[in-house]
Nanobody
């Protein structure tokens, strides 16, 4: 299984970014997908999650209204649109895949422990 995140970079506060994650080696439509981030000296936190169908989404409190997660099951891709970037958004962003066996189509989770596969991350640095 490979999860390849891309789209990070050095941006200014107020800018927008779109992160992408390409998945391979798994039956992508059967997995919930999540975006997490980890800043230096801090624990990894969930920023967004999406159900296998895309019908259910959840967001971390600090990013609600600015981040939007989406997926394209035909392309095995998951995206994170980030608007109005803030300096506190600076972190390495990871995409992850979690099984949703015996769950409803719109089920998702933001619990790190539920995710089986992790990508290597993409750095987002926001200058103020």
């Amino acid at each position: 299984v490979q999860l390849q995140a891309s789209g990070g970079g050095l941006v200014q506060a107020g800018d927008s970014l779109r992160l992408s994650c390409a998945a391979s080696g798994l039956s992508f439509p059967y997995y919930v997908m999540g975006w997490f981030r980890q800043a230096p000296g801090k624990e990894r936190e969930s920023v967004a999650a999406i159900s296998r169908t895309g019908g259910g989404t959840g967001y971390g409190d600090s990013v609600k209204g600015r981040f939007t997660i989406s997926r394209d099951n035909a392309k095995n891709m998951v995206y994170l649109q980030i608007n109005n970037l803030k300096s506190e958004d600076t972190a390495v962003y990871y995409c992850a895949a979690g099984t949703s066996v015996y769950k409803t189509d719109n089920w998702y989770t933001q619990s790190t422990n539920e995710y089986l596969y992790w990508g290597q991350g993409t750095q987002v640095t926001v200058s103020s």
